[in-house]
């Protein structure tokens, strides 16, 4: 993302926040932001989404509601869940495929780190780069 904005590493990633942010308010919306706006752009099985069906969405043929959103990293792993008293976030770090830390966060934290990722992702995938792109439109 560095060569076309002119921003540097700290405003893209300001630019990022500020758009996830929007998203904000429920799993749900930000599960549609992750697998629709970016999902072809990710790689595959980067982004999990948990969702909670009910009978009438089973007898519908609807997927049911996003309950949970995994983000997961060579070295990081994102949880967003939805329960009983709000939105809880999660950081884990992982080394070599084993969490080595858990950490409870506020939801912008979460938001931030999750930013980071994707920022790191579009420097290195061109296609990564167009769908965080269409974020800011």
Not at 11 to 17: A, I, R, S
Not at 34 to 49: I, N, Q
Not at 71 to 91: H, K, N
Not at 96 to 125: F, M
Request: charged residues 30%; proline residues 1%; hydrophobic residues 45%.
């Amino acid at each position: 993302m560095n060569a076309e904005s002119g921003l540097g590493p700290a405003g893209e990633l300001h630019l990022v926040v500020a758009a996830l942010r929007s998203y904000r308010e429920d799993v749900e919306s930000l599960t549609r932001v992750l697998s629709e706006t970016l999902g072809d752009a990710l790689p595959a099985g980067m982004v999990e989404v948990e969702r909670r069906r009910t009978v009438a969405d089973r007898m519908a043929g609807r997927d049911g509601r996003a309950v949970a959103v995994r983000v997961r990293t060579a070295s990081r792993g994102l949880e967003l869940s939805s329960g009983r008293y709000g939105l809880t976030a999660e950081i884990r770090q992982v080394v070599r495929g084993v969490v080595i830390s858990r950490k409870q966060v506020g939801v912008d934290e979460w938001l931030v780190a999750l930013a980071e990722e994707l920022t790191r992702l579009a420097d290195r995938d061109a296609r990564a780069h167009e769908a965080l792109s269409r974020l800011f439109s």
